[in-house]
């Protein structure tokens, strides 16, 4: 395994702005302690270096204006733009968590589009509170913290500024007509995540909660998990599964097969494993075909009785395995939609997620570039080192 060499350097020197509404100066202590890696020493040192001359040149602390209490452009738009990064990268988390677990059977298809929605949602009027929130909006009150702060001597007051009010236009900022717009594409996109589920209302589909995804009819396919857990090397099973139906109301009709198929790993007579691989485990699943011609109709509710005979090694020492084997039995209940309706829904659910996400993402990238813009209003400071 190779070397990984860390570098630490503290930075500490002071930061002078000018005032963009005032014209005053003022300064402040800056502290950042930066760490910086490589696969040699040097390297590590060189990456810290880089790295604090960014920190130096990008990053401001927050302090008011002594003279006038204003927040300088490059305070607030630093702040912003961190914040929609949290919210980008929440977003992110948000949907690729509640995908593993629709991948893994902890949720349904419908849960899964309305938390992303109801998440994406909440997450949208974060944005707008992030992009909202103004700290110029009481500059009285500000320029009394900053005296404050003077008087304890973390804030050091250079050139005293004009002593007039600052223009409007630091005060009260207008947002840009692309800001709205992100906004407004926010709000759609966390719509769109459900467009599964609105689709599904408009055309009266019922849900099995069992399968995936949730809307069958007949010509669709739909797998669902079974009960029985196993643990295997390398994750592999094989199972030969056997799908009988009937209508739910009719328990004395008699019953017909179903297409179905399961898992066929072929693993064999040698594996080459890990020692993380001997033993993994899994659940087992089924996936169904419902016939688009035949006994099946829409709108019926179907009994199903499940048997699978299955099988998978299971190792026994260095390098030898034995294979195992069991049936699995389950029973359940599918409520059949219209033909193809599943996999309509199928494609519009995952239409919905995928641009909806994209659609969230991009414009709260949007949103975060705006902030960083913003910081280039700011005059540029000046550092100096401490004596």
């Known amino acids: 395994m190779a070397t990984t060499y860390t570098s ?10 000018t005032c963009v509404g005032c014209g005053g100066s003022f300064a402040y202590l800056f502290e950042r302690k930066i760490k910086g890696t490589g696969s040699t020493a040097a390297a590590a040192t060189a990456a810290a270096r880089t790295a604090a001359e960014k920190a130096v040149k990008s990053q401001v602390d927050q302090h008011p204006c002594p003279t006038c209490g204003l927040f300088q452009p490059d305070m607030i738009g630093a702040q912003r733009a961190a914040r929609h990064w949290y919210v980008f990268w929440a977003a992110s988390a948000l949907v690729g968590l509640q995908l593993l ?74 947002w840009s007509v692309g800001q709205w717009i992100a906004i407004g594409a926010l709000v759609f996109a966390s719509l769109l995540a459900a467009f599964g589920e609105q689709a599904r209302f408009v055309h009266g589909w019922p849900v099995s909660d069992a399968f995936h995804p949730g809307v069958v009819g007949p010509g669709d396919s739909a797998w669902l998990w079974l009960p029985t857990k196993i643990s295997s090397v390398k994750s592999n ?10 209508p739910a109301d009719k328990p004395d009709a008699a019953p017909w097969n179903i297409p179905a198929t399961a ?12 020692s993380s691989e ?4 899994s659940t087992l699943w089924v996936r169904i075909k419902v016939p688009e011609k035949g006994q099946a109709q829409a709108g019926q509710t179907l009994h199903l009785d499940i048997s699978m005979p299955y099988s998978y090694p299971k190792m026994q020492g260095a ?11 389950h029973s359940t209940d599918v409520v059949l939609s219209e033909a193809g309706a599943g996999q309509l829904y199928n494609n519009i659910w995952w239409i919905g997620i995928g641009v ?5 993402l991009l414009g709260t990238y949007y949103l975060a570039r705006c902030a960083n813009n913003d910081c280039k209003l700011a005059i540029p400071t000046k550092v100096s080192t401490v004596e």
């Open 319 to 329: 390098g030898v395995f034995n294979v195992e084997s069991g049936v699995a039995n």
């Open 356 to 360: 909806g996400i994209s659609l969230f």
């Open 237 to 246: 099973w094989y199972g030969a599964p056997v799908v009988m139906a009937r």
């Open 263 to 274: 898992k066929q790993d072929n693993w064999g007579d040698h594996l080459s494993v890990k």
């Open 8 to 17: 630490k350097i503290d930075v500490k020197c002071w930061k002078e702005h």
């Open 101 to 174: 677990l629709l991948a893994f059977g902890a949720l349904t298809a419908v849960d899964v589009a309305w938390s992303i929605s109801i998440g994406l949602l909440a997450l949208t009027a974060v944005n707008y509170v992030i992009a909202a929130k103004n700290p110029n909006r009481d500059p009285e009150n500000n320029r009394a913290v900053a005296l404050e702060k003077v008087n304890s001597k973390t804030l050091h007051l250079g050139q005293p500024g004009s002593g007039s009010a600052p223009d409007q236009q630091w005060l009260q900022p207008v």
């Open 278 to 281: 001997t033993d993994s485990s």
